[in-house]
């Protein structure tokens, strides 16, 4: 179970620490981004200005999927078209089958594709059962929101640690296990 909910890559920022040099050096060639929290705060319906800055930049050399577990289709659906990207809402992460619909989708083996997200329990762990490149980014805060606290995210954090894992955010003490 720890080797499960350990990323394999711990930004330490949010997505937008996510460069086109990291994926090259890992040697990712898909990305899957989970959505809320990851890419916009949880009550935003479309994506920034610098969020679609940073998806046109990674889209030039990787194809992108967003796999989320929010059920409300219209507004992932407002974000993917803010974007211009293909997406699955109410994928029940860590079930693993979106995940490798959206890497079939792409035409990709799932071992070249990294599942990025803010959360242990559900984007690292899908992502990880299904052999994937995990990378774990912070969440994304709607700067106007006072309360920063992420009591489920909080709580995920503390019981890894507990049960073990490491989350260091030392880029160098990333493991490049799935990188083969």
Known sequence: MIS???????????IFALTPQ?????????????VDETLVPFRQTEASAELQKWIVEIKQTT???????????????????????????????????KLRQAAAAMDLSVERVA???D????????GNRLGMFTILVEPMIDPLVAVRSHPIRDFEIW???LL??????DQNSATKSNNS
């Open 4 to 14: 499960l909910l350990q990323p394999n890559l711990i930004l330490g920022g949010t």
């Open 22 to 34: 990291i994926l090259s050096e890992y040697n990712i060639h898909g990305l899957i981004l989970d």
């Open 63 to 97: 194809p992108i999927w967003l796999v989320s577990n929010n059920i409300s289709h219209t507004r992932i659906s407002n974000i993917a078209q803010s974007v211009d990207l293909p997406f699955v809402s109410a994928a029940k992460k860590p079930s693993r089958r």
């Open 115 to 117: 599942m990025v997200g």
């Open 119 to 126: 959360r242990l329990f559900t984007d690292v762990l899908a």
């Open 159 to 161: 019981l890894s640690e």
């Open 164 to 169: 073990g894992v490491s989350l260091m955010t």
